[in-house]
């Protein structure tokens, strides 16, 4: 039914003034996504008829997990798809599966949060600072969990902790977040692609709605993850979060859209269409203070989308963020779609990535700054956003105002106040940025078997 609901829709828009001119190359479009509440922007695409409006008629499909995902739009099962800022960068230079894919669309800021279960959580409190009125004073450092790491430790147990995938940025938020409270998270090398070379924390792979159950199993202490899955762990009595991505790093990049680089050469135009789309719905996300986010709850509350529960989506997606139960803040920056370019693919983003990939190990040896750059621009493009928003500006469904459009690609840099470990972040400095880090690979540095060389 909804399939057909889109075709009569699709019939309606063509006398619609919005309807772009585009000669679509490719008009039945089918895009993968996992069930997190960043997938929004396609939801959202979808069921306001974003899509519809430009000739293009989508199936959003959920996918099992993020290499499956990849895997699909690689081989072409897929034609895009809501992915991990990693996986593009890591697929064009040959990290795991080698395939270029391009991004012209950055999802969303923020979102993320880190999870511990009740017991660590318990064994933390003694060291977490507390504000006049008893609550924790957030954000909380891995320093709290610093000492019951090295408690499990001399007793010979194993500290596991879960992140969604290799290239995840919550691989990588997880890692930071340890790192700056001085914990070792791990280090990947050619030979052992385990992550865990060195670690005082063992980190390893867990599919995002999963998380909670392997954390009640005891199979891990705590994870990252996107939401709901950390409110959810908090509706559950069964963890709490003890930090998100905002207080990690304000407005940190997350997800992306992910095309073939050889699809968005043959289907320029469907390209630009689908990106328009997005574009569209990222701002119905955002406007008016967040005023249809009530609305986006109901949406991704529905089974084929996240299929959470209306009021664990809500809790986040709404403006807060509830870290012990009753402990409720307003955070109404947790998940940004719009505002602050959260769209515009800033290479300044993708360079951070990679220099995190570098920090751990999976990009084995150092790089110049060049080669930081010239990734950065192979992947995200930027050229092809602004051309899309200039076709919504020019339609009148976007205001001029609202894009960079003298930007050079990069963003200012990130200042020390907005990251946890206080280390500022220059997207066109990468090995000053990395040599900057107390922990992790810097200058030629490597890792051989066991130990860090150099």
Request: one cysteine or more; a negative charge.
């Amino acid at each position: 039914m909804k399939r057909i609901a889109s075709i009569l829709a699709a019939t309606t828009v063509l006398v619609s003034p919005a309807l772009a001119e585009l000669e679509l190359e490719k008009d039945e479009l089918t895009f993968g996504f996992i069930k997190l509440t960043d997938m929004a922007p396609l939801a959202v695409a979808y069921e306001q008829g974003y899509f519809d409006d430009e000739g293009l008629f989508v199936t959003l499909e959920a996918q099992a997990n993020w290499k499956v995902l990849l895997d699909g739009v690689i081989d072409g099962q897929l034609d895009g798809a809501h992915m991990l800022a990693g996986q593009p960068l890591a697929a064009t230079i040959g990290y795991g599966t080698e395939a270029h894919i391009i991004t012209p669309f950055s999802m969303d800021l923020n979102g993320n949060g880190i999870t511990v279960s009740n017991q660590i959580w318990e064994e933390m409190k003694p060291h977490v600072p507390l504000m006049d009125d008893g609550r924790p004073q957030h954000p909380i450092s891995a320093s709290a969990l610093k000492p019951v790491v090295e408690k499990y430790t001399s007793e010979g147990k194993p500290f596991n902790m879960g992140m969604v995938f290799p290239v995840s940025t919550h691989n990588y938020e997880l890692r930071y977040w340890l790192a700056a409270g001085g914990l070792e998270p791990g280090y990947y090398s050619p030979e052992n692609i385990t992550g865990q070379i060195g670690a005082d924390v063992l980190l390893s792979v867990t599919p995002p709605p999963q998380m909670p159950a392997t954390m009640e199993a005891g199979t891990i202490y705590g994870y990252c993850v996107g939401e709901p899955w950390n409110q959810q762990a908090v509706f559950k009595g069964i963890g709490v979060p003890v930090i998100t991505d905002y207080e990690l790093w304000k407005n940190n990049p997350e997800k992306v859209f992910g095309l073939n680089a050889e699809f968005a050469e043959k289907y320029p135009n469907t390209t630009l269409a689908v990106t328009k789309a997005l574009i569209r719905a990222a701002m119905w996300l955002d406007e008016n203070d967040n005023a249809n986010r009530e609305e986006a709850v109901r949406i991704l509350s529905q089974p084929e989308y996240v299929g959470a529960d209306y009021d664990v989506i809500a809790n986040s997606m709404t403006g807060t963020f509830e870290y012990e139960k009753g402990d409720k803040r307003e955070v109404p920056d947790f998940n940004v779609f719009f505002r602050y370019n959260a769209t515009y693919p800033f290479y300044s983003d993708a360079v951070w990535y990679l220099t995190q990939m570098r920090r751990w190990g999976q990009i084995a040896e150092a790089k110049p700054d060049s080669w930081y750059d010239e990734v950065a621009k192979s992947v995200y493009k930027p050229e092809i956003y602004l051309e899309a928003a200039r076709l919504l500006v020019d339609e009148g469904l976007a205001n001029e105002t609202d894009f960079p459009w003298d930007s050079d690609g990069y963003k200012a840099p990130t200042p020390s106040e907005d990251i946890i470990d206080g280390i500022a972040y220059d997207g066109r400095t990468p090995n000053a940025y990395l040599d900057s880090l107390p922990i992790g690979l810097k200058g030629d540095q490597r890792v051989v078997g066991t130990e860090v060389q150099g």
